[in-house]
């Protein structure tokens, strides 16, 4: 793996150090296969352009219940680290991230314990052929008329998504997601508030990333549930169905 590879071991010292090593023993699984297996996922799903090797930006972590749950209270930081792991795996390789690198991490009760399958998706279509520069001058000028336009005609918050309610104390409602960050919970302060007694005071964030939303579970008591599989972070597909205490909600775009 080189430099980088040696890099990421040294970072993540600390959680096998401190965590794994002490409280989970031979066995299980560790944050650098974690990263060794992304790698290999990097090289296996790569798309070669004219001039560049393009490779997935978003990966998606399954882990046994039991590994699952022992990275809880530092997912959001390993995850942190796997992403830096991915931009320099690929800048080392001179590979094309297809976007920003995201590392979530999803339980999936088939797999046995020290087991790790991964997802990976490119945010964007890779492109078959490269755009010329005056291809690519013309449709930044166009983009940027465009959103003059809209700047002009409409004033309001752009509204990137909608989180509507199917069950729950608070069915019915629909909530705009129009911020970069947005925490859900019960209180005051949230960005969404929901009247939901099995719900955290701050219980889930949504971070829009690369025109895309995350949902990360911030320690509430009963978690988050994205299409029946619990989860710590996941980036979210339009039509995921969250499930929040009692609440059920639709994630939707535009």
């Not at 970072?11 to 150090?17: A, D, G, R, T, V």
């Not at 792991?85 to 314990?113: H, I």
């Amino acid at each position: 793996m080189g430099g980088v590879f040696s890099g990421l071991e040294g970072s993540l010292e600390k959680y096998i150090e401190g965590f794994f090593k002490d409280k989970l023993g031979g066995g299980y699984v560790q944050p650098v296969e974690i990263a060794k297996k992304l790698a290999r996922e990097m090289r296996d799903s790569r798309r070669v352009s004219v001039s560049c090797i393009y490779v997935p930006n978003e990966y998606t972590v399954h882990l046994h219940p039991s590994d699952y749950e022992n990275i809880t209270n530092f997912s959001g930081l390993l995850a942190k680290e796997l992403q830096e792991y991915v931009r320099q795996k690929a800048e080392e390789k001179r590979y094309t991230l297809a976007g920003r690198p995201l590392v979530s991490f999803a339980c999936d009760e088939n797999l046995a314990g020290g087991s790790v399958r991964l997802e990976s998706r490119f945010s964007e279509s890779p492109p078959e052929a490269e755009k010329t520069p005056e291809e690519n001058s013309i449709e930044h000028t166009q983009r940027f008329t465009l959103l003059k336009e809209a700047i002009k005609t409409d004033t309001a918050p752009l509204v990137y998504g909608r989180l509507v309610i199917d069950a729950g104390p608070d069915r019915g409602k629909t909530f705009n997601l129009s911020n970069v960050s947005i925490v859900i919970g019960r209180r005051e302060d949230c960005g969404i508030i929901l009247n939901d007694t099995s719900i955290s005071r701050r219980h889930a964030r949504l971070e829009l990333s690369q025109g895309r939303y995350v949902i990360t579970d911030i320690g509430s008591t009963n978690g988050v549930v994205v299409n029946g599989e619990k989860i710590l972070t996941k980036v979210l597909e339009p039509g995921d169905v969250l499930t929040l205490g009692t609440t059920v909600c639709t994630f939707k775009v535009e």
